[in-house]
């Protein structure tokens, strides 16, 4: 007669076997289990944004880039010279087109050639730009300038708008001299670096 094992009422009865931990059970339970952090970050988090450096959106940051985005032409004092009268001449005729010969137009817009003139001629000619801007601001002011009869009465004009726009002319004047000097500076400060660098072995 086939006897049954039975279990002594001292231990209890049998209890079942915990589940294991999604990682511990391996295979596809594993894969299936979520993932709390991913790369040291918890799940579902966005990255943070990368930081800009200080500085990259003020105005002078963008007024850099957009000055290096420009043309960089070399022009030769000579190049610098034609460049700053015909355009001071081309501004001359468009403002006594379109503005009435207005001076105030005339004097703004001379600021701007006056940086373009010093920032384009070449290091060898830096000297010219300060020299040939007042000249060509005389010149583009003849066709804004009121004039009277004959040569005497656009003279006379023109001595009284140099005179009454003498602000304008000093300052794109020193707009241009400003960049020259600091220009001046930078490639004597190059050249002496470029001395006191050793020679290569």
């Known amino acids: 007669m086939e006897q049954h094992r039975t279990r002594p009422a001292q231990y209890g009865p049998r209890r079942s076997r915990a589940p294991l931990p999604a990682q511990g059970r391996g295979g596809a339970a594993a894969a299936r289990a979520p993932v709390g952090r991913v790369a040291g970050r918890p ?3 966005p990255a943070a944004p990368a930081r800009q450096a200080p500085g990259a959106g003020s105005p002078v940051a963008r007024a ?5 985005g420009m043309p960089n032409p070399r022009l030769t004092g000579l190049g ?3 460049f700053c009268l015909a355009v001071m001449t081309l501004l001359g005729f468009l403002d006594e087109l379109l503005f009435g010969s207005s001076l105030t137009v005339y004097g703004v817009l001379f600021v701007p050639v006056s940086l373009l003139t010093a920032l384009w001629v070449r290091r060898g000619d830096l000297l010219t730009a300060p020299i040939v801007v ?3 601001f005389a010149v583009g002011l003849v066709p804004v300038a009121e004039s009277g009869d004959g ?5 006379m004009g023109l001595v009284t708008a140099l005179a ?3 602000g304008w002319l000093y300052g794109g004047t020193l707009v ?4 020259v000097i600091v220009r ?3 490639l004597v400060r190059r050249r002496a670096a470029a001395r006191n660098r050793p020679p290569a072995a």
């Open 164 to 166: 009454t726009e003498a």
């Open 64 to 68: 850099v880039r957009a000055l290096r």
């Open 43 to 45: 799940a579902g988090r």
């Open 134 to 136: 007042p000249i060509a």
């Open 176 to 179: 241009a001299g400003s960049v």
């Open 151 to 155: 040569s005497a009465g656009r003279l």
């Open 80 to 82: 610098s010279g034609l």
């Open 184 to 186: 001046r500076i930078r």
